[in-house]
């Protein structure tokens, strides 16, 4: 299957501080990815959906200033997570669905672990 | 809203035991549906998937799941589970066709014991 990397997998950050997040597609070009939370014993939650060359779209809650995405290539979405605090610990999960591959089905990244001191 | 429901919040079952998770979900009008396994340490994986055709779904390792449209639900089975199964299973709906993303259930623990 398709094929979604994250990087960093695991960071420690002091509160204040930003971080930024990386997801690539790496066999495969993702116009949309989407961008999820998982608190610990929680569900995946949608916090939102980054187009390539446009603006991410936000869920209800969700901070724009404060998860910044930019998504600007067909390969690559960053999202910078600003002035952290540790409520912002979490892991966070991209995905993205294989426009070629005729299914539903979105492939996800191995997840990054944000910790905030 | 559209909403997925996992009854269980955490299942506990000796090896060799036969599993079923419920899922139910709120939206009326054409679903594709998916299970998704998180292993411990691990990122998720697809388990199978359902988009039309025959409501029983076969998927890896042995599990299967049935969709029942009369009931909003899909089931996920395994005759007999093993201690390697012990995981968090996700439930997950697509309301439409397109680039939309999936909603998830809160999931399932699942704990299989020697």
């Known amino acids: 299957g398709a094929v979604v990397s994250q990087h960093p997998s695991w960071v420690i950050c002091k509160s204040g501080t930003s971080v930024k997040i990386e997801c690539r597609s790496l066999d495969f070009q993702a116009t949309t990815m989407f961008w999820y939370r998982q608190f610990p014993k929680q569900s995946l939650m949608l916090m939102a959906t980054?187009?390539?060359?446009?603006?991410?779209?936000?869920e209800q809650g969700v901070e724009k200033d404060k998860f910044l995405i930019n998504h600007a290539s067909l390969t690559l979405s960053t999202l910078t997570v600003t002035s952290a605090h540790p409520e912002d610990s979490s892991f966070y999960i991209c995905s993205a669905r294989d426009p070629t591959g005729g299914t539903g089905e979105l492939f996800f990244g191995e997840g990054s672990r944000l910790t905030v001191l | 809203a559209q909403s997925v429901s996992q009854h269980n919040h955490h299942v506990i079952l000796s090896e060799a035991a036969s599993l079923e998770l419920g899922c139910n979900y709120s939206?009326?009008?054409?679903?594709?549906l998916f299970w998704y396994v998180q292993y411990p340490g691990q990122h998720l994986q697809l388990l199978l998937k359902y988009f039309s055709g025959d409501p029983l779904v076969k998927g890896i390792k042995g599990f299967e799941a049935e969709f029942i449209k009369s009931k909003f639900s899909f089931n996920l089975r395994k005759p007999s589970v093993q201690w390697s199964d012990t995981a968090e299973y996700f439930c997950?709906?697509?309301?439409?066709?397109?680039?939309?993303?999936?909603?998830f259930g809160k999931g399932t623990r699942l704990s299989v014991i020697a």
């Open positions: 939206y009326g009008g054409t679903v594709n």
């Open positions: 980054s187009n390539e060359g446009s603006k991410a779209t936000y």
């Open positions: 997950a709906v697509l309301k439409s066709s397109g680039n939309t993303p999936l909603v």
